[in-house]
């Protein structure tokens, strides 16, 4: 079992750069798929960027060139790093495992990008 903190939300700028952070209770090494989804108001929750091992990552179309997943398997912690940001990527962005075929989900932090 596995708990998620995600940290690093807040009101920026379009344009803006923000780093998201995601603490795990437990160790990230043995865990293959880690990941970020977002949902914005209104809408349902959708894939932002994922990890599913050996450095292999996916993007959202939406972000692509924009957003960058990585980990640090020695802190326990995954980050989105999310540059030129734009209105529409306000949302919350929750962290995501799979571990041993089990998901599980932080509790989100809230990210919104206006002027």
């Known amino acids: 079992q596995v708990q998620l903190v995600e940290s690093g939300g807040g009101l920026v700028q379009p344009g803006g750069s923000l780093r998201l952070s995601c603490a795990a209770s437990?160790?990230?090494?043995?865990?293959?798929?880690m990941g970020w989804y977002r949902q914005a108001p209104g809408k349902q929750r959708e894939l932002v960027a994922m990890?599913?091992?050996?450095?292999?990552?996916s993007y959202a179309d939406s972000v692509k060139g924009r957003f960058t997943i990585s980990r640090d398997n020695a802190k326990n912690t995954v980050y989105l790093q999310m540059n030129s940001l734009k209105p529409e990527d306000t949302a919350d962005y929750y962290c995501?495992?799979?571990?041993?075929?089990?998901?599980?989900w932080g509790q989100g932090t809230q990210v919104t990008v206006s002027s």
């Open positions: 995501y495992a799979n571990l041993q075929s089990k998901g599980y």
């Open positions: 437990a160790s990230i090494f043995s865990i293959n798929v």
């Open positions: 990890e599913i091992g050996r450095g292999l990552t």
